[in-house]
């Protein structure tokens, strides 16, 4: 996916520098008053930039006020199946959010990409998406295999008697960011996995099992539970967590007023 970094402001080049560490490929613009600190082109104005380079990339992530964006944007729309995906970020690195081609063009997944880039909260508002409740925590031993966490995750859903229709998000301790198999694992059910961090996880407040095996491998009080319950609004436990060969798997429900 080719990407490009936008920014107006100061704050949003110090965003820029954390998002390239995750996408070392993307191109980086940034406006000729947002100040210094990160090789990219500078531009005078947003809407004439967005004019020169919509078409050019697979997808644009802005780092700056949503109005500023929605302007910019005005008068290059197509369809949501040729135009590219558009993610927005707030300057505090708060919310990430998919603003453009959320399910044809790929922003839902992009602003989770960019949401554990940096500990964002993703926000995804296509209806498809937002409809599922259900959040699954994952913690595994290093390198199981996709198909030993599939088997994991299909037995949790049977237990909780739940359908993997309805999975929102999987959810990991970001010192799992790059296991292949839990990447695979989540992919192949359709669903982004957010990644929290491990001092978000420390904190938590919420009722969670601990595991003393977990904090002895990796310095954290537990991984599937408290993943599973940081990483969505409103959630409660609906399975507290099994093993099964080196998985762990809890299932969390979001508990939203308008969705029952």
């Known amino acids: 996916m080719k990407i490009a970094f936008i920014t107006l402001s100061k704050e949003g080049v110090a965003l820029m520098r954390m998002l390239k560490q995750a996408f070392p490929e993307a191109d980086a613009y940034a406006h000729k008053i947002a100040g210094a600190g990160i090789e990219c082109e500078r531009f005078e104005s947003v809407v004439e930039l967005t004019k020169r380079i919509f078409t050019q990339y697979d997808g644009l992530v802005y780092i700056a006020p949503c109005g500023a964006v929605v302007r910019a944007l005005a008068g290059n729309l197509v369809s949501k199946k040729t135009d590219p995906a558009v993610a927005l970020m707030d300057v505090g690195g708060r919310h990430a959010i ?14 989770v990409m ?90 938590c407040v919420r009722e969670f099992e601990e595991s003393e095996f977990v904090k002895s491998k990796v ?42």
């Open 98 to 111: 998919s603003l453009l081609s959320g399910h044809e063009g790929g922003a839902n997944d992009l602003a």
């Open 114 to 203: 960019i949401a554990n880039a940096v500990g964002a909260e993703p926000v995804i508002t296509t209806t498809t998406e937002a409809v599922k409740s259900l959040i699954v925590g994952v913690g595994c031993k290093k390198d199981k295999s996709k198909e030993d966490i599939e088997k994991a995750i299909n037995a949790a859903l049977d237990k909780a008697g739940a359908d993997s229709c309805d999975i929102r998000f999987f959810a990991s301790a970001d010192i799992k960011s790059n296991e292949r198999g839990l990447i695979e694992a989540a992919k192949s059910f359709g669903a982004p996995i957010r990644f929290i961090s491990s001092e978000e996880i420390r904190n």
């Open 219 to 260: 310095n954290l009080p537990a991984v599937a539970e408290p993943s599973a319950l940081l990483a969505g609004r409103r959630t409660s436990l609906i399975l507290r967590r099994i093993k099964l060969n080196g998985v762990t798997v809890a299932i969390a429900k979001e508990n939203c007023p308008s969705l029952g």
